[in-house]
């Protein structure tokens, strides 16, 4: 059983034929995962590989729990490592296969070292178990933070799809284009407010006539940034409501008459400039 086990033993072992142990993990690595080692860097692999395993070793010395202080260290590697990587290329295969292709490294030697076949076979058992509970904290390390990289580039996205833009001094305008659902409302809202407080612009145009379809959550959405710039000391006012959007706000019962709308931008565009007492330069037709 693991308890009769002498890991410090097992260490002791391993450290002897360390470098034996990494070569053939390394070779291992190389032979079946090209795609790992031309991302992660044939060089870079073969340090992180020999770090990786001189802390298993060591934390073998000092304990079995995996998750406990003994493997704080390979742990902490083993999470740096998944970060790295997760913003590379490298693939949850690849991540399993650079943590369990070390079994097959080191199993000759255990094989080398203990005769008996039920004690090496107690002796894999447990450290392969070890590397199995290490290999999952890798891979759910590793995918937590692709999913993390995949929402901030969603969200980096979707900043890109809400362009602010200065028009005129204490005038803003948000051109919208494409479909605009609530998540995309509330990053719009987040947006204007963050640059009226900014730029201290009295004034922003809120351009819908590139959203083919806008919703009840939409709508409310809408009505819920019109109010939250007036708080702002702000005029919003909302540009290109086709007809077949009103007719279907109408029909959802949005009720936008407290909220100043025009037809196309330019008209909104004349009443922020009536709004901010700005007189532009007017060039007479030849």
Not at 99 to 104: A, E, H, V
Not at 225 to 253: D, F, N, P, Y
């Amino acid at each position: 059983m693991a308890d009769e086990i002498n890991f410090q033993e097992i260490s002791t072992v391993l450290r002897n034929n360390q470098q034996e142990i990494l070569q053939l993990w390394i070779t291992r690595i190389v032979g079946e995962s090209r795609q790992l080692v031309e991302m992660a860097g044939e060089e870079n692999l073969k340090r992180q590989a020999s770090g990786l395993l001189d802390r298993f070793i060591h934390a073998l010395a000092n304990g079995t729990d995996v998750e406990g202080t003994a493997f704080e260290q390979v742990r902490t590697s083993l999470l740096s490592l998944s970060d790295d990587w997760a913003m590379k290329e490298i693939t949850p295969t690849d991540i399993v296969l650079f943590i369990f292709s070390m079994k097959d490294s080191y199993l000759s030697t255990l094989q080398g070292q203990y005769r008996d076949p039920a004690q090496l076979n107690e002796i894999i058992f447990a450290v392969n178990r070890m590397m199995d509970r290490l290999g999952l904290i890798t891979l759910n390390s590793f995918m937590k933070r692709r999913e993390s990289i995949i929402k901030e580039q969603q969200r980096a996205l979707m900043e890109l799809s809400v362009p602010i833009v200065k028009v005129w001094d204490r005038i803003l305008m948000i051109p919208l284009i494409g479909i605009l659902d609530s998540s995309r409302t509330q990053l719009v809202m987040e947006t204007l407010l963050t640059a009226i407080e900014e730029t201290q612009s009295k004034v922003a145009i809120l351009d819908i006539s590139g959203i083919p379809i806008v919703d009840t959550l939409v709508a409310k959405h809408l009505l819920r940034t019109v109010a939250a710039t007036k708080l702002m000391g702000a005029v919003c006012i909302i540009t290109g409501i086709r007809s077949k959007i009103s007719q279907t706000m109408i029909q959802l019962g949005i009720d936008l008459s407290s909220v100043t709308t025009r037809t196309t931008m330019a008209d909104g565009l004349k009443v922020a400039f009536q709004l901010t007492g700005i007189k532009p330069f007017e060039v007479p037709v030849q």
